[in-house]
């Protein structure tokens, strides 16, 4: 089984297209029942009931559960509502993406690839990327600058040995951080490459160099990414996937000692 995961608002939010997320779900997954779409909403958005009422029809064909929550500190405090969502996820939930509401769906049948793909993946801890970045030759501040896949999918596995989604609102960056320290320390690429594109994201001016986000949220989580407490965490989450893997295949040669 697949989750979904995406946080939405109406309110102070003009690229909101969750409908428009879900119709494309509806025409283009190969079986609805194996996928479930765990939605965070705030509680101080206007338009949360009118978002509720909009997205009632697709639950004749997905599991839809939701969330009404505290914003918090809304953008920054994304992490927070993706654990939240997590701890609801169907016990049978395989992997684990995280969306924003302004993406589509373009490929047919893309949760029977993802599917696919996981039940053929030896390891239980693993992300699948679009984009297989060459971390080996970066540092950390190039990989979330320069190679940083924006919507990976993961293993619950993975969830379960990093406890959720991370710690920083952007999972995508302390993401790309861990995938980097798995090949630069520990010599293990647990990146497990996605043969199509599945999804686009019709709002990326919302998103981009361009955008005050990026230059104010989006910065400072990567400066606090940066520091040396951020990074010692992330360094002793992927020690942990390491040594998960490495247990998981009995310490074979192919999974090399840390330095």
Request: charged fraction near 20%.
């Amino acid at each position: 089984m697949l989750s979904i995961v995406i946080a939405s608002r109406l309110g102070g939010n003009p690229n909101s297209r969750l409908k428009r997320l879900l119709a494309s779900a509806v025409d283009t997954c190969n079986d609805p029942a194996r996928c479930e779409f765990l939605i965070k909403l705030d509680n101080d958005d206007p338009g949360h009931e009118a978002l509720r009422r909009s997205i009632a029809p697709f639950a004749e064909k997905f599991v839809i559960r939701t969330l009404v929550s505290p914003r918090g500190r809304g953008y920054l405090d994304l992490h927070k509502a993706y654990n939240d969502l997590f701890f609801m996820a169907n016990e049978a939930a395989q992997l684990f993406w995280v969306l924003a509401d302004d993406c589509v769906f373009i490929r047919k049948d893309w949760d029977a690839l993802l599917l696919r793909i996981a039940a053929e993946t030896p390891i239980p801890a693993f992300c699948i990327n679009e984009h297989l970045a060459d971390f080996a030759a970066c540092n950390a501040q190039q990989a979330i600058d320069g190679h940083m896949e924006n919507f990976p999918i993961f293993s619950r596995a993975w969830l379960n040995v990093l406890g959720g989604f991370g710690q920083n609102s952007f999972t995508d960056a302390s993401t790309a951080i861990i995938q980097h320290l798995l090949v630069r320390n520990h010599n293990i690429d647990l990146r497990i490459p996605l043969p199509a594109k599945l999804i686009e994201r019709r709002m990326w001016a919302a998103d981009c160099a361009g955008s005050s986000r990026w230059s104010d949220e989006r910065a400072a989580n990567h400066r606090a990414l940066l520091t040396p407490a951020h990074m010692e965490m992330l360094a002793c989450q992927a020690r942990n996937l390491w040594l998960q893997t490495a247990h998981h295949v009995g310490a074979t040669a192919e999974i090399a000692a840390p330095p």
